[in-house]
């Protein structure tokens, strides 16, 4: 285990950390040094990340997490600090995408992203807020999209919800950044995990064809990212990390 100096011994929350981009950025700042408290939905996955961790010589722990309840997500950042003291860092990772047009009307569908895109981020600033601000530190940082900058092909109502997030974490970052807390995003391009697993077969199909050449981002990419901006010095507040494939050019 290497150990990076502004990432070793932060208590860094993680939610969607049993798959994607938050396991790989679980391992990668366990790796720093990190002491990473684990949350997401899938425990069997949860206990296996930990355990990686674990072995490896890292300081882990987790608590199962349903981010679309406010109550389940201060659960987690209490388990934080019960087992390694104040939340340092909350990485609001946990996401889900939809590729399918409007016409499909899955308002169940709309539901869930808005639920878990929108409301997931704004219940983890919730939950580590307050006493961030009593601290006077912390570092919030969101996963959110290149689709915050740009509505992706057939996916209207996900690039929607990348949207607002991107507008809450700037705002976000006005109002706390006096109070020197940290807030950055990280926007991906395609990565390949697992989310849009359940998406308009054909649709999807239609947007990979655009991509059938690229070679996709890995989680490790966009877990580098995090690790970046948080291993800056506490004076240097890292916006926005754009990470898209080379030669991805939407």
């Given at each position: 285990?290497?150990?990076?100096?502004?990432?070793?011994?932060?208590?860094?929350?993680?939610?969607?950390?049993?798959?994607?981009?938050?396991?790989?950025?679980?391992?990668?700042?366990?790796?720093?040094?990190?002491?990473?408290?684990l949350g997401a939905r899938?425990?069997?996955?949860?206990?296996?990340?930990?355990?990686?961790?674990?072995?490896?010589?890292?300081?882990?722990?987790?608590?199962?997490?349903?981010?679309?309840?406010?109550?389940?997500?201060?659960?987690?950042?209490?388990?934080?600090?019960?087992?390694?003291?104040?939340?340092?860092?909350?990485?609001?990772?946990?996401?889900?995408?939809?590729?399918?047009?409007?016409?499909?009307?899955?308002?169940?569908?709309?539901?869930?992203?808005?639920?878990?895109?929108?409301?997931?981020?704004?219940?983890?600033?919730?939950?580590?807020?307050?006493?961030?601000?009593?601290?006077?530190?912390?570092?919030?940082?969101?996963?959110?999209?290149?689709?915050?900058?740009?509505?992706?092909?057939?996916?209207?109502?996900?690039?929607?919800?990348?949207?607002?997030?991107?507008?809450?974490?700037?705002?976000?970052?006005?109002?706390?950044?006096?109070?020197?807390?940290?807030?950055?995003?990280?926007?991906?391009?395609?990565?390949?995990?697992?989310?849009?697993?359940?998406?308009?077969?054909?649709?999807?199909?239609?947007?990979?064809?655009?991509f059938e050449d690229l070679?996709?981002?890995?989680?490790?990419?966009?877990?580098?990212?995090?690790?970046?901006?948080?291993?800056?010095?506490?004076?240097?507040?890292?916006?926005?990390?754009?990470?898209?494939?080379?030669?991805?050019?939407?």
């Open positions: 285990m290497s150990e990076s100096s502004n990432i070793s011994g932060k208590v860094t929350v993680i939610t969607g950390a049993s798959s994607g981009i938050g396991h790989g950025t679980a391992l990668h700042l366990a790796e720093q040094g990190a002491k990473v408290v899938r425990e069997d996955r949860l206990k296996e990340t930990t355990e990686a961790i674990t072995q490896a010589g890292g300081s882990a722990t987790w608590k199962v997490t349903d981010v679309t309840d406010k109550d389940s997500v201060q659960g987690l950042v209490d388990h934080a600090r019960e087992t390694y003291g104040p939340v340092d860092v909350l990485i609001n990772n946990a996401g889900v995408g939809y590729v399918g047009t409007i016409d499909k009307i899955h308002v169940d569908i709309w539901d869930l992203m808005i639920d878990v895109n929108i409301k997931g981020p704004l219940y983890g600033i919730a939950a580590v807020l307050p006493e961030m601000m009593a601290r006077k530190q912390g570092h919030i940082l969101t996963t959110t999209s290149i689709a915050a900058n740009a509505v992706l092909t057939n996916m209207a109502v996900y690039s929607g919800t990348k949207f607002a997030v991107k507008a809450i974490c700037e705002g976000l970052r006005q109002e706390a950044g006096p109070h020197n807390i940290r807030v950055t995003q990280v926007l991906p391009g395609l990565v390949m995990t697992e989310i849009g697993a359940d998406s308009d077969p054909e649709a999807q199909e239609e947007l990979m064809k655009e070679q996709l981002l890995e989680p490790i990419d966009i877990a580098r990212a995090f690790a970046f901006a948080i291993n800056q010095p506490n004076h240097v507040n890292v916006n926005e990390v754009v990470v898209r494939p080379t030669g991805e050019l939407m």
